[in-house]
């Protein structure tokens, strides 16, 4: 395209949540109390994993992982919103935006390839117990975990080296709080088809791919419980897959209309980025800890050694 007429741009301005002052401060105080929540929730659920030998399994390896990536995918964007509402510059130079997005889509892919090696987890525990040692062996849960940050990183380093190619100019405002490969599109005077084409490819198959394998896992696990004869045993084991899904619908819910939907700067935009970058990760540990009995089990053991240190 021919750029003779445009000036190449340098630097976003992100319009954020609200321009109105008093708003911002409010948001500030709100999203400052999420953050440090965020962050001293899923250290709280690392650490008890880590500490605790009741709780060195499969299940438990794969969650203290998902609570290192929430404090991740969180800090990729709190931060910067936090800074926003407090300054009267609100910008951001291309390539601290384009690393952003990359932290961004490299955090959300490799949750997504998480939960569905968390399903595959249950699908075997639920459907194979028997061989539930043999199947999950240590060997293979790591190399799962290394797969999906790996998946992860390279689903985001095809977008962004690509998204680094483009040229930006004309309107150079945001209308979002934080730096994401749809909101950039628009303001690029580049063909943008390619990269387009990229996104969604990489959107259907990473997310819709890995949303269909956890479907399929849990129909499986609920085909599995409904065999079981005993009530007892069938609440059981429901309970302990149902955070799971809980965790599964706030992510998938929201992120995959946030990536397939045309961008528009409607405030569903917003609010689907803060459901999957912000509640999310703020409600992972809550609702395992309080739908797990282990989890809680493991927290009062914690909470009486560090009652007995302090005494």
């Not at 659920?45 to 299940?59: E, N, W």
């Not at 300054?87 to 601290?96: A, E, F, P």
């Not at 706030?250 to 209309?257: A, H, P, V, W």
Request: net charge neutral; proline share 4%.
């Amino acid at each position: 395209m021919d750029l003779g007429n445009h000036s190449i741009i340098l630097e976003f301005i992100l319009l954020g949540l609200s321009a109105d002052p008093h708003v911002q401060a409010l948001l500030f105080v709100l999203f400052l109390g999420i953050y440090i929540l965020t962050l001293m929730g899923n250290l709280l659920m690392l650490l008890v994993v880590r500490g605790d030998s009741h709780l060195h399994m499969p299940m438990y390896f794969f969650l203290s992982h998902l609570s290192f990536l929430d404090s991740c995918f969180s800090s990729a964007t709190v931060p910067r919103l936090l800074e926003n509402l407090l300054s009267h510059r609100k910008t951001i130079s291309v390539r601290g935006c384009l690393a952003q997005a990359f932290l961004v889509f490299e955090s959300g892919g490799t949750e997504a390839c998480l939960l569905s090696v968390m399903a595959y987890d249950r699908y075997v525990a639920i459907c194979h117990p028997l061989l539930y040692g043999q199947m999950m062996s240590n060997q293979l849960c790591k190399g799962l975990v290394w797969v999906s940050w790996g998946l992860g990183f390279m689903d985001a380093f095809i977008n962004i080296l690509l998204a680094m190619n483009l040229d930006f100019c004309g309107d150079k405002t945001i209308p979002h709080y934080s730096c994401e490969l749809p909101s950039l599109f628009p303001l690029s005077c580049s063909d943008v088809s390619t990269n387009f084409t990229v996104l969604l490819c990489s959107s259907i198959l990473h997310g819709i791919g890995t949303c269909f394998l956890i479907a399929y896992f849990y129909i499986s696990i609920v085909s599995t419980i409904l065999s079981i004869s005993p009530s007892s045993g069938r609440s059981k084991t429901f309970s302990t897959c149902s955070s799971h899904l809980i965790v599964v619908l706030l992510f998938y819910g929201s992120s995959i209309l946030r990536y397939l939907m045309p961008v528009s700067g409607s405030p569903l935009e917003l609010i689907f980025s803060i459901q999957y970058g912000v509640v999310t990760p703020l409600v992972n540990p809550i609702i395992y800890s309080l739908k797990n009995n282990e989890v809680k089990a493991a927290l009062r053991r914690a909470l009486r050694k560090y009652l007995q240190y302090i005494r």
